[in-house]
């Protein structure tokens, strides 16, 4: 079959720095080490239900949970590639609970803060899963080994943040500072051909993501907005359509692509949770950056900006609405107490 040329991500990417004469090539590097990766993760994730790598591995990672074979795997795909690529100074993984060295000599001048796979629960289920991303540049001095604060940068510095989720098919959608783009997969040729170029998320939703499980958990408006969204006004649009995935990434990417809102409130469900569930450096800032450069919002349930958030730890958790800006503005506007 004569398919059409499509323009690979390797080609875009080359592109792309060709617009940028200052540009050294080091992250066309990285982005083309990330997607070696993300390949050899998507063939894994793609056999999981075959090979014996079901179930879980017996340990437990930094948030406690479970860290299922496949999380594993994923873990170290990326951090044993991207230990050597030479781009990187340091690295943090929502499986570790420390920063991660790159190997003595190689040090780079970005970072990589990463899920290798978010939405993990789902594996065993053949639910859509996804590896995140997020790269900046260094503070600390080249040449010698990355430091925590090059890690702890507030989102809106990021350099480019992407994921792959492994769905239907896989998808790797990644943003610069002036571009997203979405790439599909081959599998039968192994390539990333530009499937969604230019990606804009429309104004206003269709979906609305959260789990309903903790309707009694959560702050009286967010309980006011979900009436909202559920009432009967065909003017408006409403009701919303519910699509919760359990996999952020998942619903994320349903939501920038048709129009929707991720809702992950703080909750009094543990102590914990009084700051939110997702995890900021490698779940909210990279997607915020994403679905902001796409023309949607990205705010914690009390109005802060999630990528004006200046990180404290690397497992920081923060409360995340994340998606259409007409619909994040709205939710402001309950938790405001304008409605
Ligand atoms: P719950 C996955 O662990 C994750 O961080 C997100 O990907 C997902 O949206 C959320 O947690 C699911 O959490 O409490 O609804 O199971």
Redesign the pocket.
Known sequence: MNRPLGITVSRHIMDSQRLHPEATGDLTGLLNELIVAAKTISAEVNMAGLADILGMSGKTNIQGEHVQKLDEFANNTIKRRMARCGYLCAMTSEEEADIIPVAEGYEGKYTLAFDPL????NIDVNVSIGTIFSIHSRLSPDGSPGEESDLLQPGRRQVAAGYIVYGSSTMLVFATSDEVHGFTLDPSVGEFYLSHPDIRTPKKSKYFSI?EGNYHYWQEPVCRYLEHVKKVDKATGRPYNARYI????A?CHRNLIAGGIFL?PRDSKSPTRAYG???LLY?AAPLAFIVEQAGGRAVTDDGREILDIQPKELHQRVPVIIGSSHDVDTFLEFMNGKK
């Not at 359990?246 to 990434?249: A, D, N, P, R």
């Open positions: 978010d939405g993990s629960s789990n359990g996999s952020m990434v619903d992950y569930k997702i995890r779940e």
